[in-house]
Structure formats: C-alpha cells, structure tokens
C-alpha cells in the first residue's frame, strides 16, 4: 500500500482516479488544485503525487517547482491532456517521473503506470539507504600492521570483477570489508544489498533473494522484486553463506554460472548484474568433507578468498575504532558528542581478548554510553556489565586486573593525589575511594 495524492480540478476524474487506485489498495487523499495540494502536503508524506498540469490557483508546473527540493522522497507522474506534451517534458526536468495523457485508455493502463513509479521509488530508496549505511560504517583499519596484507588484497581486487570470499570469525568486520570493495569497485554507483542467509527462514530466503510472483505462495497477493534484482548494477553482499541449505546452495550456484535467475513462481529470466561478495565465519572445506556444503559452490565462491583477522591480532586498531564506534552510538542515543574514554578506559579496551570481535566491542560502548552520565566513559561503565555472558568470570577477572594497574598507573603519574586521579579516570571521588579499598591500595 502507497500513499498516493491526486491533484485535479475535474472533480468526475479526480473521484476516478481516486477510486482506481483505491481498489488496488493504496490510501488515497485528493485535492481539486495546487494550492490545495500544498496544504495537504504540509501535513502528510506521500509516496506519490498524481497531479493534472492546467488548474485554476496553483497549476502542476507551479505546484512542482514550490516542491523541488522539498518533497524529494516522493515520486511525481503528471496528468496532460493531448497535445500538452511539451509542458509534460518540463515537468520532467522539474523532477516527475513520467507523465499520462488524457484520457486513459483503462484504469489498468492507470494502475500499471503507478506500480512502475513506485517500483522506481522503491529501487531509489534502496540505493539512498545503501549509499548512507556506506557513509555511516566505520574505517576497515586504523593502521594496525596485521590488516596490511587484508588492505592491500582489497586494493588489488575492487577493480576486477572476480567474487571474492571474505572469512574469519563472526564480528570481524566482514561487511565493512564488502562495503569496502563495493566503495573502490567500477560498480561504486550502483546499490549494495546484503542478505543474510542465517537471519532469515528457509522458505522465505529464496523469494528474498530472487523476489516472486503473485500467487506464488500462500500470501503472495502481488508481484515482489528481490534483492538480487534489486542490485542491478551494483554489489550482492551474501553474509552467512555457510548457512545455507543444499537445495538454495544448488540455485545459488546455477545463477552463478549462468548470471541468469527466475522470481519463485515465474518463467521469466532475469540477468543477475551484480558482482558477489560472500561471508562465513564457518570451516567450508570441513563442511564440504562432511557433505554439509557444495564443494563446486565452494570454488565458485572462492575465486578471491580474504581472511580477517580477529580483533584481539588488531590492538593498535582497538581505541581508534572503539572513538568512531562511539560517534554512531552517541547518534543512535541522542547523547552528546563526541563520547570520549578515559585513558583507563582505553587501557582495559586495549586489553580485552574480544572474542565477539567488532560486534562485542560495540555492544560494550553501548552499554557504558547508556550508564555514563555526561560525556566521558570512565572503568565504571565498561565493566558493570559482563561483556561476554558465557564467560562472565574470567572476563572480570581479566578486567579487574586491568582496572588494578590502571588505578595503579594513575595513582602514579598523579603523585597519590585521590582527586586528580579519580578526574583522569573518569569516575567520581567515592567510587575511587571504594576501589581504592576493594583493590587494597591504600
């Protein structure tokens, strides 16, 4: 369902249109002019404006130029009667999508036209929330010398069109590292779609993949593109693709081969115009040897393999990772920013094994952004909460001893004096006092 807005001063068509798209199940608001139509607009979003050209007040040339700029989500189709094409072109080039000349031939010809605008809006903001998850993704290294090798591969890669096999435990930072080659490809413009094939259930992944047909399973009431449609022209980021089930592995290597898919239900061929990328944190020849996984899947996923190496091998990247990982957090939570750490907090980072990689490291701060008050995060938050649950004891063992010779080092460096030290960890007074007793220091 899209919520569509008719503007027409003929008030028989405009109560057509209204309901034509009505019945295909669309929320329909109407509005006899321009004017009439930038009220509405102030107090709705719509995906799609219906608009006649020649109306009394506020005509559809003058109505889109006092939207440009303003309502850049929605699409825009024009309504001209015959032989005002001309105007239709410049409303073109003031942003519509497409125009329809009156009068229409058929409500259908009316209902196809408004699935193919809000097909094109639905491609668009695809490719705009892909562009912006792009730009929001942190650094693939901060320098650290045991990501040179993983670098320099991606380097040499992203300009050819080869598949490339990202491994390594889960939290590594897989998908940066395809957005990554995404970002330095030839096919940087197009759109990035990723799936996840251990998020979604068996018998819905295959249509998520390659979209259906209406009818093509109980509650397929319509037609539905999938992602790898979607991607034209772009990247196909298959995460988990250890987990897929043989039936999928087998339809995932026929489009491999033949670059060619049909929709689940449909007969019609689609080209598969994207260049793969795929991702596990599992042993693929283990699983081949057991029969578990493909083995000709394997080397066609295989053609370029690049192993990432875990967070703990990485510690020069640790802190500055943990600072941009913080500037999205402090976004998400409406928190001040920037978000800093304290140097204790920075040391026990820099200490932690992280055995959840990049996604355990980001859970943690996100947690410490939550308890800390103001905009330093001090050894309090870090550790009030386990950062691992299946291994909470040694974890605050190991973060303990951490915290013991940070206070230790700040004790130090600040010549026993309580209040500087507590200020250079970022706690409060009594709370250095407490630990300053816990940890028999004095």
């Known amino acids: 369902m899209a919520r569509i807005l008719?503007?027409?001063?003929?008030?028989?068509?405009?109560?057509?249109?209204?309901?034509?798209?009505?019945?295909?199940?669309?929320?329909?608001?109407?509005?006899?002019?321009?004017?009439?139509?930038?009220?509405?607009?102030r107090g709705q979003a719509f995906d799609l404006m219906l608009t006649d050209l020649k109306m009394p007040h506020l005509d559809g040339l003058g109505?889109?130029?006092?939207?440009?700029?303003?309502?850049?989500?929605?699409?825009?189709?024009?309504?001209t009667a015959h032989g005002s094409v001309e105007a239709a072109v410049e409303a073109i080039k003031l942003g519509a999508f497409d125009f329809l000349q009156k009068p229409f031939h058929s409500p259908e010809e009316l209902r196809l036209l408004v699935a193919k605008a809000l097909e094109h809006r639905g491609l668009r903001t695809f490719r705009e929330q892909s562009r912006r998850e792009e730009s929001a993704a942190p650094s693939l290294s901060y320098g650290d010398p045991a990501m040179d090798s993983v670098c320099e591969a991606i380097r040499k890669v992203s300009p050819t069109?080869?598949?490339?096999?990202?491994?390594?435990?889960?939290?590594?930072?897989?998908?940066?590292?395809?957005?990554?080659?995404?970002?330095?490809?030839?096919?940087?413009?197009?759109?990035?779609?990723?799936?996840?094939?251990?998020?979604?259930?068996?018998?819905l992944l295959e249509s998520e993949l390659f979209g259906h047909e209406r009818g093509a399973f109980t509650g397929a009431h319509k037609a539905r593109r999938g992602r790898l449609e979607l991607a034209a022209g772009g990247t196909f980021f298959l995460d988990e693709v250890g987990e897929l089930k043989p039936e999928l592995q087998g339809k995932l290597l026929r489009v491999l081969q033949e670059r060619r898919f049909e929709r689940v239900g449909g007969s019609r061929t689609f080209d598969a115009d994207v260049r793969w990328i795929a991702a596990t944190n599992r042993d693929l020849p283990a699983m081949m040897k057991s029969g578990a996984f493909r083995e000709d899947l394997y080397h066609?996923?295989?053609?370029?393999?690049?192993?990432?190496?875990?967070?703990?091998?990485?510690?020069?990247?640790?802190?500055?990772?943990?600072?941009a990982l913080l500037n999205r957090i402090a976004a998400s939570l409406g928190k001040p920013a920037p978000l800093e750490l304290s140097p204790a907090a920075e040391a026990i980072l820099k200490q932690e094994r992280w055995p959840g990689n990049i996604r355990e490291l980001s859970n943690t701060l996100e947690r410490a952004a939550i308890l800390t008050e103001g905009t330093v995060i001090g050894v309090e938050g870090l550790i009030s909460v386990p950062t691992s649950p299946d291994a909470s004891a040694t974890v605050l063992g190991t973060l303990s001893e951490v915290e013991k010779r940070a206070i230790q080092r700040a004790l130090s460096e600040e010549g026993g004096h309580r209040r500087n030290t507590a200020q250079r960890l970022g706690i409060g007074l009594r709370t250095l006092y407490e630990k300053l007793k816990r940890y028999e220091l004095g």
């Open 300 to 323: 066609r996923l295989a053609v370029f393999p690049i192993h990432l190496p875990p967070l703990r091998r990485r510690r020069q990247d640790i802190v500055p990772l943990a600072k």
């Open 161 to 203: 069109p080869a598949t490339v096999l990202l491994l390594g435990e889960s939290g590594t930072g897989k998908e940066v590292a395809a957005r990554a080659i995404h970002e330095a490809s030839l096919r940087r413009e197009g759109p990035f779609a990723v799936v996840n094939c251990a998020a979604i259930s068996d018998h």
């Open 6 to 41: 008719v503007v027409d001063d003929e008030e028989g068509l405009r109560e057509f249109i209204g309901e034509t798209l009505s019945g295909a199940g669309h929320s329909v608001t109407l509005a006899a002019d321009g004017l009439e139509a930038l009220e509405k607009l």
């Open 63 to 79: 109505l889109l130029r006092r939207l440009q700029g303003e309502s850049a989500a929605m699409e825009v189709l024009v309504l």
